[in-house]
């Protein structure tokens, strides 16, 4: 219950969820007032700091929806539009009821009003998570949402990124459902104990992408400790029905991520086995990159490809993939690592915001260690986005700095453009 919750203990993500379902109904936040009736006790004393200024209802109200609305703004575009929404805060969907509010939504998105309501609640969610960890202060503080007569925040300073930037990024809240699709070895290839009929069964011994899946599962553990997160092989994946999607390892060796090929602008060529697979964009300058070597046949550098793609029905989905085990990794790597990669994060938002997108960077590895640049200080290789089903178009080009060498038939060759 939210009343049982005593000033002195901070309440939990669901019992904030609870308060801001029921703030919303009705004229929500159109009626600022709303924001004080049953707030729990907890929630009211991060809410509510020194700074306040004057005392009483009217005055808590006031501070309440500004922390509110800071806390909003930290959301990714789409969980903020859906946020606003629902607590009756943006004038293009101004209604009495939050039916007549998520309808109207509904409507500009093309969608089914069901949709926006699944999608809404799960955006709650990680709005409660935020303003539990929203940090207060002593004095005033001022809704970090820009407006078209405020310069925006990252316009102004730099802002300090942090885990919170991640969740937002991949669309973590604490009851996600987070499937993992892993690149999966040929069954000639495999060895015997990864089939289920050996006395020494050893499941993960068919992943290809193992690394990777770990480190995953590690991180997402480690930003969202109560969200489901499930692994699979393409051969045993079936369901559709995961808030969000991670698909694992290139099309050669992962059917799931082939499924995708024909949604993107880019495919990996394909050769004989023991050659390169590149990475073949036909809107760059430089449409054909792939792994570099040195003469005696040590890496030195892969492409790290990680792609979104939004469903209409609200799934995430994120393809990690790259022309070698070591792109795929620094896929993963590249947005989620903890400081850098929230950064990294911070940086595709601000260029992108919440469409989809395909990014690739440099993958090197440097005395066995998978080196990932920051984004936050250099430019990615290529940053292709669209909206919605509209075609992707080029955001960040630097393609032409990055020196192919394939080795095929054995002598090595630059690769020249187009």
């Keep these: 219950m939210l009343d049982s919750v005593v000033s002195n203990q901070s309440p939990s993500v669901d019992e904030v969820t609870a308060w801001l379902k029921r703030l919303r109904q009705g004229p929500a936040l159109g009626r600022p007032m709303r924001a004080v009736r049953g707030l729990p006790p907890g929630l009211r004393s991060l809410l509510i700091d020194d700074g306040s200024d004057g005392h009483g209802a009217a005055s808590e109200a006031h501070t309440i929806v500004r922390r509110i609305q800071q806390a909003i703004a930290q959301l990714n575009d789409d969980d903020r539009t859906r946020v606003e929404v629902d607590l009756n805060l943006t004038s293009d969907h101004r209604y009495a009821t939050l039916t007549q509010r998520q309808e109207s939504l509904a409507q500009l998105q093309k969608c089914a009003a069901k949709t926006i309501s699944r999608n809404a609640n799960r ?13 207060t202060g002593n004095g005033p503080t001022t809704a970090a949402r820009p407006s078209a007569t405020q310069p925006h925040p990252d316009d102004v300073a730099p802002r300090e990124s942090g885990p919170e930037d991640l969740r937002s990024f991949w ?3 604490p009851r996600s459902r987070v499937d993992i699709v892993c690149s999966e070895i040929p069954a000639e290839e495999c060895p015997e104990y990864a089939s289920p009929g050996d006395r020494n069964y ?3 011994a068919k992943f290809a992408d193992l690394d990777t899946l770990i480190y995953v599962r590690t991180r997402f553990a480690q930003l969202a400790p109560t969200a489901t997160v499930r692994d699979f092989a393409p051969s045993e994946y079936y369901d559709t029905q995961a808030d969000i999607l991670v698909v694992v390892g290139g099309p050669p060796w992962n059917a799931k991520y082939r499924e995708f090929l024909p949604q993107l602008p880019f495919h990996f060529e394909p050769h004989s086995a023991g050659e390169d697979d590149p990475l073949v964009v036909p809107q760059l300058k430089r449409p054909i990159l792939g792994p570099r070597w040195t003469a005696r046949g040590e890496l030195l550098e892969d492409i790290a490809v990680l792609t979104r793609l939004t469903l209409a029905q609200g799934t995430r989905v994120f393809l990690l993939g790259g022309c070698l085990t070591l792109g795929v990794l620094g896929a993963a790597r590249c947005l989620l690592d903890d400081e850098r990669g929230s950064r990294s994060a911070h940086r595709i938002v601000r260029e992108v915001g919440d469409a989809d997108f395909v990014l690739a960077v440099e993958a ?3 005395g066995g260690i998978t080196d990932i640049a920051d984004l ?6 290529i940053l292709l986005s669209r909206k919605h089903t509209d075609p992707f178009t080029t955001v960040i080009d630097n393609s032409e700095r990055y020196t192919y060498v394939s080795a095929r038939a054995g002598h090595q060759h630059l690769v020249q453009p187009g």
Excluded at 123 to 135: G, H, P
Excluded at 376 to 381: G, M
């Design 171 to 173: 669309g973590l809240s």
């Design 202 to 204: 050893l499941r993960y």
């Design 364 to 366: 090197r590895r440097v």
């Design 123 to 135: 955006a709650l969610d990680s709005l409660a998570y935020v303003l539990l960890t929203l940090e």
């Design 376 to 381: 936050s200080a250099t430019d990615p290789l």
